[in-house]
């Protein structure tokens, strides 16, 4: 069903007057007819006076905040969709506003084209199957970060608070799957059931069965005893399998049934049990590639992957690196009861710069390392790790060597059969001009730099 812009109206809720300009200037373009107002206050008194299709608001806000704004319009006007804009975005500020009924959430600085499809979207007719959202309790669980992939994060934790689908978390080692899989379980209608985690990387390959799904006494050699396995322990909870990539395809075919019937056998057992158990996977592999291969069940892998959520990597948001380890370099600081350091300019930047293969977690490591073995309490480069500092080395020697590859694969396919001869001429030269002019043309010094004697250096320049 179409829209027709020419008969809606929309309250601009922004203290900030070059928001509001652009704003009334996307949505005027739209066709909507806009009033503005630069408190949530005045906001107030106008709905009392007149009724409106759609809210934007703000949340920081001198007065009345931009929440307490959403919390009258849920009471009074709940039919109104409310769009939350915040420039101070992180996971709770996320999940709460939608859990306290905000339509959308929407992070500055944003780009236009998102804020048309939005509102777009508030405006569209409401069908009769579309259900009200319920108001869970949001929770304190941290999950630091300001770039666009991270506030894409926090909008799906938000979507997903009171769902309990399937979620695929993808992403690198270190990345922070598992503080996502708790963040998902605490703002979830199961947060106050039991959240259970499982590393399938980390487990002999016999004994996954009965982590899973527990044994009887006596079901194998070394069964002394009944054993509950994750899934009844996480029973109307969270059941977090970490490295899903790893699991064995016997126990992916068991998975499935469990996750299918919702029952299973313990092993050695002639009864079955009941679970209501969510499942949130993650994993760094290509479980697509795997499934091609032949090494992960594609039926699984589609009843898994009913929402994906993809980690960006460190060095994709590198401008995030300053929170996260002020974050913590707070947070360690706190448990060694001593007072936190600090890291200068040039320190950040360095850190920036590097590629942390590891990500975040090899960032809380480094903030560890930094905590126990700084000279002082403000970090400058020459006190970070050398791993840190030696990467641009390492680069730049990796420069070369592609160039020298990449010229000596012209050179053979030209068909030059005298490469080697050549090319370590030119290498002399280029060594012994190099190590002239930076021993002022002192030929012993020059010989030294080299590893040669000063009668090799003659000998070769001659």
Not at 265 to 280: D, K, L
Request: proline share 4%; charged share 25%.
């Amino acid at each position: 069903m179409s829209i027709d812009y020419q008969q809606k109206t929309v309250l601009l809720v922004d203290d900030d007057d070059s928001i509001r300009w652009v704003l009334n200037e996307t949505l005027d373009d739209l066709g909507l007819t806009v009033t503005q107002t630069n408190a949530a206050d005045e906001a107030l008194e106008i709905l009392k006076k007149q009724s409106f299709d759609l809210i934007i608001s703000d949340v920081r806000m001198p007065g009345t905040s931009g929440m307490e704004l959403l919390n009258y319009c849920q009471q009074n006007f709940p039919d109104i969709p409310v769009i939350i804009m915040t420039a101070h975005s992180d996971l709770d500020s996320a999940v709460n506003a939608y859990t306290k009924g905000a339509f959308e959430y929407l992070p500055k600085p944003f780009d236009l084209d998102e804020v048309s499809e939005i509102v777009a979207r508030a405006l569209k007719p409401k069908s009769n199957n579309d259900e009200p959202n319920e108001s869970p309790t949001s929770n304190r669980f941290s999950i630091i970060g300001e770039a666009p992939s991270m506030q894409n994060l926090y909008r799906a934790i938000g979507r997903l608070s009171n769902s309990h689908v399937s979620v695929l978390i993808k992403g690198e080692s270190g990345t922070g799957k598992e503080l996502v899989a708790h963040a998902l379980h605490q703002h979830s209608p199961r947060k106050n059931r039991p959240f259970i985690a499982l590393n399938m990387a980390a487990i002999p390959k016999d004994l996954i069965e009965s982590e899973l799904f527990g044994h009887e006494k006596g079901s194998f050699t070394g069964a002394a005893g009944r054993s509950i396995g994750r899934f009844e322990q996480a029973d109307e909870g969270t059941l977090f399998l970490d490295e899903i990539g790893d699991m064995p395809l016997e126990t992916q075919t068991r998975l499935l049934r469990v996750l299918s019937e919702g029952t299973f056998y313990r092993i050695g057992a002639s009864h079955p049990v009941s679970v209501n158990v969510r499942i949130v996977a993650a994993t760094h592999q290509d479980l697509l590639k795997k499934v091609e291969l032949g090494e992960f069940r594609e039926d699984l892998y589609h009843r898994l992957n009913v929402i994906p959520l993809e980690l960006p990597p460190l060095r994709e948001r590198a401008d995030d690196i300053g929170l996260l380890a002020d974050f913590f370099l707070t947070k360690i600081a706190s448990e060694l009861n001593e007072s936190k350091i600090k890291i200068s300019t040039e320190a950040l930047i360095a850190m920036k710069k590097f590629n942390w293969p590891g990500n975040v977690r090899q960032l809380e490591n480094t903030c560890r390392w930094l905590s126990v073995m700084a000279n002082s309490q403000y970090i400058t480069p020459s006190d970070l790790p050398s791993e840190l500092t030696n990467h641009e080395a390492t680069e730049q020697d990796n420069e070369w060597e592609k160039s020298l590859t990449n010229h000596l694969r012209n050179r053979f396919s030209d068909g030059d059969n005298n490469v080697l001869v050549t090319i370590q001429q030119s290498i002399e030269q280029l060594l012994i001009k190099t190590a002239l002019e930076a021993s002022a043309g002192k030929k012993a010094e020059a010989a030294a730099l080299l590893g040669w004697g000063r009668n090799t250096l003659t000998r070769k320049q001659k």
